[in-house]
């Protein structure tokens, strides 16, 4: 069973950073691709970044790239959302979901294990 504990989350003004952490209770987390997806008050779970096993890869909604960048920390079974320039509409809860052999895709239903989630809310 894999656990994934989202941290990082909090209450930041519109344009403003915020860095999440997704830590994982794995052996290998290179056998893992990793996503990140969010879900606002009254809406469908969106998908936000994924990255590929090796970090090579990488893959953004159109609403998120080039202000948010999806990396990781293999020796440290850690996986990373660095925000930067957000808006009111990032307001969300964010969750970190890993998928065993997987190549990090954007689609929520390959992925096997999904944290609690971490509440990031931008205020104007």
């Known amino acids: 069973q894999v656990h994934l504990v989202e941290s990082g989350g909090g209450l930041v003004q519109a344009g403003g950073s915020l860095r999440l952490s997704c830590a994982a209770s794995?052996?290998?987390?290179?056998?893992?691709?990793m996503g990140w997806f969010r879900q606002a008050p009254g809406k469908e779970r969106e998908f936000v970044a994924a990255l590929s096993r090796s970090g090579s890869n990488t893959k953004y909604a159109e609403s998120v790239k080039g202000r948010f960048t999806i990396s990781r920390d293999n020796a440290k079974n850690t996986v990373f959302l660095q925000m930067n320039s957000l808006k009111t509409e990032d307001t969300a809860v964010y969750y970190c979901?890993?998928?065993?052999?997987?190549?990090?895709?954007?689609?929520?239903?390959?992925?096997?294990?999904w944290g609690q989630g971490t509440q990031v809310t931008v205020s104007s």
């Open positions: 794995v052996r290998t987390l290179s056998s893992y691709g």
């Open positions: 979901a890993a998928d065993f052999l997987g190549s990090g895709t954007s689609s929520g239903s390959s992925y096997e294990y």
